[in-house]
């Protein structure tokens, strides 16, 4: 099993310093290797929350998480560095690329602190990931430069420039029109196959959502499997 969350519990801080709001309760949670499912649910239900912990952006209060065999919350220093660039993988709706940075660099920097021979093999798989997304001719281009699309097919790059097992998209397709965004979703579900990386978004998007394996939705704290 890639995902193991059992009895997990999260609570957020009320504004104004009030008692705290349980936004995930009890739920439980699975997925398998190579795998595609997507959550949905209201806004503010919890679902970039639960993605977060996934992620090993934020914890849970209670419960278990395992993620490919890992427990995100034991792991310190180079251990979480490490998990965050192999096992995980994550995009968000904003894509969070550097300004100051080329394409290429944006996708190779994650690979920047590691040896040599890492940051040859880095760039290499940067522009094969570059090629196979179709920007291949926008290397030295910087974000400024690039369509909507263009962007957020670039953090797809960088996010799989580890070589996750596991990749989590919080709204991928949420700020894109939608030729753009049934193009990515293509996207996604072609990397899905060629790299066997398990694919887990969180949508407002019917039509994303009903186009991967299994569909989740969260309701008052847990996860429904629903199709």
């Given at each position: ?20 709001v ?5 739920l ?28 090993a ?21 180079a ?27 944006n996708?190779?920097?994650?690979s ?18 570059l090629?196979a ?16 699309g263009?962007?957020q097919?670039v ?41 066997k ?29 629903v199709?």
């Open positions: 099993m890639l995902v193991e969350v059992q009895h997990l519990n999260k609570s957020l801080a009320a504004p104004g310093g009030g008692k705290p349980e936004i995930l309760k009890d439980d949670f699975t997925m398998e290797a190579g795998e595609t499912a997507a959550i949905v649910g209201p806004s503010g239900a919890g679902k970039s929350t639960f993605l977060n912990i996934l992620g952006l934020d914890y849970a209060d209670s419960g278990i998480v395992r993620v490919n065999g890992l427990v995100p919350s034991e792991l310190k220093g251990e979480m560095v490490d998990f965050r660039r192999r096992s995980v993988g994550i995009v968000f709706q904003g894509h969070h690329l550097l300004p100051q940075c080329s394409v290429l660099e996708v190779i920097a994650p920047l602190a590691d040896r040599r021979q890492a940051r040859i093999n880095g760039e290499a798989n940067a522009r094969e990931l090629d997304l179709g920007l291949a001719h926008r290397l030295d281009h910087r974000p400024s430069e690039l369509s909507g263009e962007r097919r953090a797809v790059a960088r996010a799989l420039a580890g070589s996750p097992r596991l990749l989590l998209a919080d709204e991928p397709t949420g700020a894109l029109d939608r030729a753009t965004a049934t193009q990515l979703t293509g996207i996604l579900l072609d990397l899905n196959r060629t790299r990386v398990a694919l887990l978004v969180v949508t407002h998007s019917r039509e994303l959502a009903d186009r991967m394996q299994s569909v989740w939705e969260l309701v008052d704290g847990k996860l429904l499997k199709s």
